[in-house]
């Protein structure tokens, strides 16, 4: 939780209340209790079409054919696979809001998505994270569609590509920079309790130094090992402590090099997560730790006092990886009526905190901008053994159809969302 969480905005809270006391928002949030075992079998069918980073096309068909099912007339397929469906709104102009769930699992395509069912527990890996995502942003549109509500602004209903890891959020990435969006809410995880005001930055590099190497004996001393070189350079680091406020950290995630016991390395190289609640930080020790390889590599090939091009060692820095970090103010629109919408609901703030998700992209074009939870309950993301449980996994739905109404503007009740300039 943040240490200081400021009061309510009590217009907002006020209006807020209004848009959930209207006869058809009453309609959407029941309709979204009654067809929860609807919702539910809607998530199994979506988890059980595979969808790794990278391939997730025919999950994304199905996600593209449902919007059109419940009634989207404007849905397609961008350049990079997102799905979007547009609603749009009665008001010439008025703001756009997105919700947004990824469509992508960590899970190989040839992994087993066979949903297994033990009373209100339904096991898979990927039924959760985020299976449960995109049953929520589903019932919402057939809540608002069967309710007849028409809305002031426009709702995007999308479904991203590439949100986990290398996908490097590319999905969300894209969209952002594509398009005029004036709000934006990721649904991830489960808890409905949970509001994301930050985003968590990440870069990610992959760093090779390569040479021609050699035999341990017979080329000893003619040519540089590039372990060693890459021993130098992690030293010149490894007791680099950065900012604690705001939290900024990096780990070498993984090392790899030489062939043999008795040979001169050739090539080794090391892939580097550095992460941050502030870009500034980030891109600060980014060129830190980049640095130190240089220096790494010149002082190995000094030691050897080797001089012929061909056999001094050379570095390559590539990125694999690069999350935009963002925070937004208490008194952001999106995030002053998300906590209203959980308290009209009376649902708990549990979590107010920052992670890294879709709305990463967003919060970093100070975009209003959250992540809000499907409702239900989940664990072991990520992991072979996941499982989702029907626990008020109405809640979800209900959280993002009165969030997203007050937002944009429903009959008499003005958007809350301010158009972006």
Not at 245 to 253: F, Y
Request: proline fraction near 4%.
């Amino acid at each position: 939780m943040a240490k200081e969480l400021p009061a309510l905005s009590e217009a907002v809270f006020s209006q807020v209340q209004k848009v959930a006391q209207l006869e058809k928002v009453q309609k959407a949030l029941q309709i979204a209790k009654r067809d929860v075992q609807r919702a539910m079998d809607e998530q199994v069918e979506l988890c059980e079409i595979p969808a790794p980073t990278f391939m997730e096309e025919k999950r994304a068909q199905s996600v593209l054919e449902r919007m059109k099912a419940y009634g989207l007339t404007d849905v397609k397929m961008d350049e990079i696979g997102n799905v979007i469906g547009v609603r749009k709104g009665t008001v010439e102009g008025g703001p756009i809001l997105v919700l947004g769930a990824h469509m992508d699992s960590v899970f190989s395509i040839d992994t087993d998505v066979t949903v297994k069912k033990d009373g209100i527990r339904y096991s898979a890996p990927g039924i959760g994270d985020n299976c449960s995502g995109l049953r929520a942003i589903l019932q919402v549109l057939r809540g608002l569609e069967e309710a007849n509500i028409q809305t002031k602004g426009d709702i995007w209903f999308v479904g991203t590509v590439g949100e986990e890891g290398n996908g490097d959020i590319r999905g969300s990435k894209h969209l952002v920079k594509n398009n005029k969006i004036d709000g934006f809410i990721a649904v991830d995880s489960t808890d409905v309790g949970r509001v994301l005001y930050g985003a968590t930055g990440s870069h990610r590099w992959r760093v090779s130094i390569d040479g021609l190497g050699g035999h341990s004996f017979a080329e000893y001393g003619k040519t540089p090992s590039a372990i060693h070189a890459m021993a130098r350079a992690i030293e010149k680091f490894a007791d680099l402590r950065p900012a604690a406020d705001p939290k900024t950290t990096w780990t070498v995630g993984t090392i790899k090099g030489g062939t043999t016991v008795n040979s001169i390395a050739a090539h080794c190289e090391v892939e580097i997560d550095m992460r941050s609640f502030d870009n500034q930080c980030l891109l600060a020790l980014e060129a830190e730790i980049l640095s130190k390889f240089d220096e790494a590599v010149a002082e190995e090939n000094a030691s050897w006092t080797i001089t012929d091009p061909e056999r001094i060692l050379k570095v390559t820095k590539t990125a694999i990886g690069d999350r935009p970090a963002g925070t937004r103010p208490h008194d952001c629109p999106v995030l002053q009526v998300a906590r209203s919408a959980q308290k009209v609901l009376g649902i708990e703030l549990t979590q107010y905190g920052r992670s890294s998700t879709d709305a990463n992209a967003p919060m970093s074009e100070n975009i209003p901008s959250t992540c809000l939870c499907s409702g239900g309950h989940a664990e072991n993301a990520h992991n072979v053994k996941e499982f989702f449980e029907m626990i008020d996994t109405h809640l979800g739905p209900q959280l993002l159809t009165l969030a997203a109404l007050s937002l944009v503007g429903v009959e008499d009740e003005e958007p809350l969302l301010p158009k972006k300039l």
